[in-house]
C-alpha cells in the first residue's frame, strides 16, 4: 500500500453524482481520488463542435449509414449526432448482453453524460417518496422528502435551475432562476386544460441553465444561457450545469483533488483480514495493467447499471455474491422510465405570432394519478409534457423557383403540438442484471447481462396517457389529434435506475437511509443504483441532492472515528 496510491476517499466515476462527491469531499478537507475510465474532457478545450456550423460538419451533422448499422443502440438516442457522437459509447467498443431488448446508452469520458443529459429538472415530492411504502410495491424508502428538501436547495443554488415558484405540492418548488416562458399556443392550452381539470397542474419547465448567473457562477467562469440548445456539443459559457463546467473545476480549487481518466474501475477490495473495504483494483483503458488504490471511503458513482456491474464483480470470502451481497437482491428491482407514449396535433390560429430562441425546456404537468391514495387500475402514474411550435419554413417546395417561392418559403407554416410521457416503472425483482458468466470485456471485466422489461402496469399507464392527453388536447382545441407508441425498449429513456436499493431492512436493501452499505460502512453508492423506486421526475437532481447529503454524513462518521 503506496503512499502515492492511497487517499482518504475515492469516487468511482466523474459524471454528475461523480462529480457532486469529488466536489463535497475536497471541500470538506479529504484528500480525494477520482477514478474514470474514459479519457479526460476539459471544459471548452475538448469540445470540439461547440460552435460548429453545419457545413463545418463532413456529412452535415448526420451519423453515415456504415456508422449507423454497427451502432444501432446508441444510433437510437436522439442526441447522438455528427457533433456529439465522441461523448457517447460506440456499442461495437463496448458490448454488454441484452436477455431482453434493452438499449443501454453510455458516455465515457470525464464529466460523464453530464455533458450530454438535457437537463431537465423537478424535485421529488412527498407522495413520490411515500409512494411504496404506501401502495405496497418496492420497499418503503428510508428516507422523506423533509430529509432531502434542504439538500435540493443546496444543489440547485449551486447548479443553476430555472423555474417559476409555482406552489404545487406535486413539485416542489425550488431554489430558482427566472424561468423560461410559454409561447402563445402553449399558454393557450394551459389556460383551457386548467379551465376543464381540477386535478392539473401546468408549467414551464424546470432546467439546469443560467437563465440570470449569480455571482458565485460568475466567478467560476459560468455565464448567460444564449439559447442556442446546442448543449449536447459542450456549453462555451458552462451555461448549463456539467461535472466538467462546475462540479469538477470546484472540487479542483480545493487543491485536494487528483482525477485519473482512464482507469477502468475492476472491482472494489474488500480485506477478509481486516474485515472491511480497503480500496479499489483498476486495469488502464490503454496499457491493460493493473493497479490498486486505497482510501477510507469510497462512493461508487459510476452510473446506475456500471455500480450494479462494478459491485456484482467484487468478491470476496465474506461476499462470494458481490460486495454487500448477504440478501442476495444485489442487480435486482430494477427499473426505468416508460418514455412510449407520444401525441402530435395541430393548433389553428396564432399565424401572426412567433418566439423567441430555441429555448431548452418544454411545458409539464406533474403526474395526477393515484397521488394522494390508490384510485386506478395500475399503480402509480406519469409526468407529461408537451410543447408547441410553428414548422415549415422551406416547406413549399412545390411551388416553382422565382419570387413567389422565395416569398412563400419565407414564412414559418402552421403551429403543431407534440406531447409525451414519462411513466413510473415498478421495480420487480424479475428485472435485474447480472454478470455474464463466460464473456469478459476488452480489460477482462465479465460482461453485463440486462434482463429487464415493460409489464401489464406500464401498458395500463400507456393506454391511460393516450386517453388523457388526446382529451386534454381536444378540449385545449387541437386538431388532428394522433397518438404514437414508440415501442421502444427500456433504456432508451436514459433514466435506468436501482439494483443496490435503498431501504431500512438489510434483508430486503443494501443501502440505509445515508447511501451508505448495510454491510460494508465505509461504502456509498449514489447514483441511479440507489433508487428504489422512480417517481415520475428527471432523476439526476435527486441523485446530486443525495450525493451530498450522503457526502456530509460520510465525512460526519469518519471525523467520528466510526467508519
Ligand atoms: C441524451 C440524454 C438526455 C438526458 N436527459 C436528462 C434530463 O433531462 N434530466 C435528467 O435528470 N437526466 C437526464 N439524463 C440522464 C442523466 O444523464 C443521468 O441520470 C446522469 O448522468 C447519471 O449520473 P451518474 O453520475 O450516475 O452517471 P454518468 O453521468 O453516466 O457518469 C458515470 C461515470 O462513471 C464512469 N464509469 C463507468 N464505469 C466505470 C468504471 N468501471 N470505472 C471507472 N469509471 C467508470 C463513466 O465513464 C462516467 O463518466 C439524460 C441522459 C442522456 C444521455
Sequence with gaps: MSQANTFDAIVIGSG?????AAKELCEKGLKTLVLERGRNVEHKKDYPTMVSNPWDMPHRNQIPLADRLENPVVNRCYAFKEDTEHFFVKDSEHPYLQEKPFDWVRGYQVGGKSLIWARQTQRWSKYDFEGPGRDGFAVDWPIRYDDIAPWYSYVERFVGVSGNYDGVETLPDGEFLPAWEMNCVE?????????????RHVMIGRCAHLTQPQEHHLKMGRGQCMARNQCYRGCPFGAYFSSNAATLPAAAATGNLTIRPDSVVHSIIYDDKEEKVTGVRVVDRETKSVSEYFAKVIFLNASALNSNLILLN???????????????????????HNYRGNISASFEGWEDKYYFGRRPTAVMMPNFRNVKKQEMDFLRGYMTFYTAGRGGWGGRRDLPFGADFKEQNSVPGPWHVFMMMQGETIPKESN????????????????????????????????????????????AGCKDIRTSDSKQAPGLDIHEMGGVRMGRDPESSLLNGWNQMHACKNVFVTDGACMTSTGTQNPSITYMALTARAADYAVKQLKAGNI
Excluded: C, H
Design 432 to 475: 435485474f442484471v447480472s454478470l455474464s458468466p463466460n464473456e469478459k470485456d476488452a480489460w477482462g471485466i465479465p460482461l453485463l447481462q440486462v434482463n429487464v422489461d415493460y409489464d401489464d402496469n406500464d401498458e395500463k399507464i400507456l393506454k391511460d396517457f393516450f386517453e388523457q392527453g388526446s382529451e386534454m388536447l381536444s378540449k
Design 16 to 20: 454528475i453524482s461523480g462529480g457532486w
Design 187 to 199: 399558454k393557450e392550452i394551459r389556460d383551457r386544460i386548467l379551465a376543464s381539470y381540477q386535478d
Design 314 to 336: 467484487s468478491t470476496s470470502n465474506r461476499f462470494p455474491n458481490g460486495l454487500g451481497n448477504d440478501s442476495g437482491i444485489l442487480g435486482k428491482y430494477v427499473a426505468f
